[in-house]
């Protein structure tokens, strides 16, 4: 992949909290139009190196490079103006509020103070076709079933027009049948050059859905694998150490 489509790069990133080194060298690559898995196991810094590039703890050292700027670190507020959109596992979806509301929530089209709320349904109707994604807007999220309101979750994301799309765990309390139904949806996402992150255990998923794999362990990026040259064995031999340093 050309340097060129490195759209944000963490070097070395570093957070203790107290005595604690969560991240000691937390190093990534999002490239556009690749999926990039971040796997390890529980305390392996994941977490913490995800809230560093999203802005929602200041790292203690090392950088984060985005569009030839380098930064010691974000704001959520900064994030977001550079293009990281975030859906994490607990979605953060109002469940009184319609489809297309949770969509632009807090991005409402609007004259004179007031919600253009035709023109937000339609937006949303578009939104959700191009990635063959059937929803009646008009619902309301407490309706939908949990691989819809996933879907819902990433529709706002994209809305936000961010070019980066941070997703943590997205399908861990789906069926099979919804599980396809949102990788499809972040193929069509990649396949258009987004650029995606992708947390999750699941490690047979992980190779079956990413172009590339990191791992993180004891705080330390130890690995930039391709998908394709793996298999779930020797994945979780380097997750545990079995496999590389």
Known sequence: MDTKD????????????QNVHALVDGTISIEKGVITALVGSNGAG??????????????????????????????????????????????????????????????EPTKWGVIRRRE???????????????????ATLSSLSGGQRQAVAL????????????????????????????????????????AILYISHDLDQVLDLTDQVVVSRSGRTVAHLASSELDPLSLAGWISGAIGP
């Open 120 to 138: 937000m349904v339609q937006a949303s109707k578009e939104l959700l076709g191009r990635f063959s994604i059937d929803l009646p807007v008009t």
């Open 46 to 107: 994941k977490s913490t190196l995800i809230k560093c590039i999203t802005g929602d703890i200041r790292p203690d050292g090392g950088s984060i490079a985005i569009g030839g700027e380098t930064l010691t670190g974000l704001t959520t507020k900064e994030a977001r103006a550079r293009g990281i959109a975030t859906v994490y596992q607990d979605l953060a979806l109002v469940d009184v509020l319609d489809v297309a509301s949770n969509i632009y929530l807090g991005m």
């Open 155 to 194: 529709a706002r994301a994209i809305a936000q027009g961010g070019d980066i799309l941070v997703l943590d765990e997205p399908t861990a309390a789906m069926g099979v049948v919804e599980r396809e139904r949102i990788m499809g949806i972040l193929r069509k996402l990649r396949d258009q050059g987004q």
């Open 6 to 17: 490195i759209l944000l790069k963490a070097i070395s990133l570093k957070k203790s909290f």
